[in-house]
């Protein structure tokens, strides 16, 4: 009986632990979102649709976050009928990591570049370091730039958005 009550204790906190980690990085995702004007706080909170907006947010097309999503579901289907058909070997995990990584980076460091900060350095950083760069793009100040960074007001004169 007191085996049962700790299992069940360890379950519930480790569920508690999971749903607390999930609402956090939904509202990182939501604060980005805020940036760009994109989505809303319950928006973020449905799964593969967070992805969605993250795309929307670095101005890419949304079929990315199939290259988020998709390999996992690959991988799954060929391991439950990989001992059927064939001997599902590490060539094929390795390249589903390798497209959610390269997904990834693409996703991430458009919404870095987005941001006014370097593509490639954001975005593999936000990879490698598991989301803690990704921390920095949501908290901090910096803004989307318009386009290339220069406007013209409605007189002709030129600024320059910094």
């Known amino acids: 009986m007191f085996a049962l009550l700790c299992g069940t204790l360890a379950l519930t906190t480790l569920l508690l632990i999971f749903f607390g980690i999930y609402i956090f990085?939904?509202?990182?995702?939501?604060r980005l979102g805020e940036k760009f004007h994109v989505g809303s706080f319950l928006k973020f909170l449905i799964p593969i649709y967070n992805i969605?907006?993250?795309?929307?947010?670095?101005?890419?097309?949304r079929?990315?976050?199939?290259?988020?999503?998709?390999?996992?579901?690959?991988?799954?289907?060929?391991?439950?009928?990989?001992?059927?058909?064939?001997?599902?070997?590490?060539?094929?995990?390795?390249?589903?990591a390798l497209v959610g990584f390269v997904t990834s980076v693409y996703i991430w460091g458009n919404i870095a570049k987005r941001l006014g900060k370097n593509?490639?350095?954001?975005?593999?950083?936000?990879?490698?370091?598991?989301?803690?760069?990704?921390l920095f793009?949501?908290?901090?100040?910096?803004?989307?730039?318009?386009?290339?960074g220069n406007f013209h007001d409605d007189n002709g004169t030129k600024y320059i958005d910094v």
């Open 63 to 96: 079929w990315f976050a199939a290259g988020i999503v998709a390999p996992g579901f690959v991988a799954g289907i060929l391991k439950s009928i990989g001992s059927m058909v064939f001997a599902q070997g590490p060539v094929v995990n390795n390249l589903v």
């Open 52 to 61: 969605m907006l993250l795309c929307d947010c670095g101005g890419i097309s």
């Open 119 to 134: 593509f490639w350095l954001w975005g593999i950083g936000s990879v490698i370091l598991m989301g803690i760069p990704c």
């Open 137 to 148: 793009l949501a908290f901090d100040g910096s803004m989307p730039s318009s386009g290339n």
């Open 25 to 30: 990085v939904a509202y990182v995702f939501c």
